[in-house]
Every structure is written in structure tokens, then in C-alpha cells.
Antibody, heavy 119, light 110 residues
């Protein structure tokens, strides 16, 4: 059974940093592109970033470029999101999602971890 | 990277059919057959319902169907059931090798 479990969320002050993790199991992690998608409270979904199987390609939504870094450790079946210079508008539930092989959709999602940026 | 446009809400009675539209541009919806739809119940993670415009993942009811014309994609749910009440989001791959979601549509089953 595919499982994605996010962790690392919490309360952080504006300008602060946080590192999210996503532990994957039930599939060959190193064979899939992985993504982060966020959802601000009461708002819609927003794609944040994704990373190729070997980490050689990464893409970001404009609003986080230069502040967020996506990475992965295939030996640990883990995905990460390093978030720096956090702003109030980054407050959201952050979901880890798997992109289907040779696909352009997200076939499995984690339950999410809440990041709150507030003083 | 503007969000795709969806109606904020739709409603229907049990047994009826409803359609949710999703409008983008030639750089996303209109440019690729990579539109997907996700169902999200309150407090839950999104669930893939339709991918590549009209394909259904294994386990998704055939009451859910998708289509596209030009820059607008649509999700149709036939034979509405109470458990279909949820938020629905469309998504499209884009020419920038990124993804864009719609603002979401709240479906109410009357």
C-alpha cells in the first residue's frame, strides 16, 4: 500500500525557516517524480515544487523561487522541502504527492502537515 | 501562473447530473491533454478522480467523467450521491513544466 507521511510542520515567525519531510513507503520511491502541493486555510490547492527521480531537475512556483528548496534522499525514501524567509502567505497545509510514472497528474497524496507563519 | 477558473459552487439533487467547468489558457488546459480532477472531503487529502482529461483511475466510479473543448475542461458527475458532496479541483500541466490548479468548486448534494 502506497503511503506518504509528512512531518515537520509547526508555528514559525515571519522570516524564519522550516524543513518539511515526507516519508514514502509501499512503492519504489526512486522511480517517481515527487511534488509538494499546499493549501492555505479555506483556500484552494497550489502546486509548489517537484523533483525528478534522481534530483537532477527541480521546478518551483514563482512565489517560492529563491526561498524554498525541494530535495530527496532515495536511500531513505524521503522527500524534503526546505523553506526559508517564510511569509504569512506561506501559511498552509503542505501535502506531499506522487506524480504517476510518465504521467502529468498526482496519483497519491499524504495527509499533509500544517505550517503557520505568524508572530 | 494564474489559477484555472472554476465556479465557486454547484449543487444538485440525488440522482441528478452536474457539470463543473475549468477554464484555462492555451498554455495549460488548451495546450495539453493533461487535465486532472481531484475530490477533497473536509479535512482530508485530495483524491485523484480523473486524469488525462477523461481517464478514470482504478476504483473510481464510472459516474465520474471528464471532457475538454479548447481551453475549458469539464467534470461531470451523474447519478449524484450524498457521498459526492465535496470540493473538486481541476489541474493542468503547463508549458513551463509546472502545474496549475483551479480555485475549487464546492459541490452540494441537496
Amino acid at each position: 500500500e502506497v503511503q506518504l507521511v509528512e512531518s515537520g510542520g509547526g508555528l514559525v515567525q515571519p522570516g524564519g525557516s522550516l524543513r518539511l519531510s515526507c516519508a514514502a513507503s509501499g512503492f519504489t520511491f526512486s522511480s517517481y517524480w515527487m511534488s509538494w502541493v499546499r493549501q492555505a486555510p479555506g483556500k484552494g490547492l497550489e502546486w509548489v515544487a517537484n523533483i525528478k527521480q534522481d534530483g537532477s531537475e527541480k521546478y518551483y512556483v514563482d512565489s517560492v523561487k529563491g526561498r524554498f528548496t525541494i530535495s530527496r534522499d532515495n536511500a531513505k525514501n524521503s522527500l524534503y522541502l526546505q523553506m526559508n524567509s517564510l511569509r504569512a502567505e506561506d501559511t498552509a497545509v503542505y501535502y506531499c504527492a506522487r506524480k504517476g510514472i510518465a504521467a502529468r497528474h498526482f496519483d497519491y497524496w499524504g495527509q499533509g502537515t500544517l505550517v503557520t507563519v505568524s508572530s | 501562473q494564474s489559477a484555472l477558473t472554476q465556479p465557486a459552487s454547484v449543487s444538485g439533487s440525488p440522482g441528478q447530473s452536474i457539470t463543473i467547468s475549468c477554464t484555462g489558457t492555451s498554455s495549460d488546459v488548451g495546450g495539453y491533454n493533461y487535465v486532472s480532477w481531484y475530490q477533497q472531503h473536509p479535512g482530508k487529502a485530495p483524491k485523484l478522480m480523473i486524469y488525462d482529461v477523461s481517464k478514470r483511475p482504478s476504483g473510481v466510479s464510472n459516474r465520474f467523467s471528464g471532457s475538454k473543448s479548447g481551453n475549458t475542461a469539464s467534470l461531470t458527475i451523474s447519478g449524484l450521491q450524498a457521498e459526492d458532496e465535496a470540493d473538486y479541483y481541476c489541474s493542468s500541466y503547463t508549458s513551463s513544466s509546472t502545474w496549475v490548479f483551479g480555485g475549487g468548486t464546492k459541490l452540494t448534494v441537496l
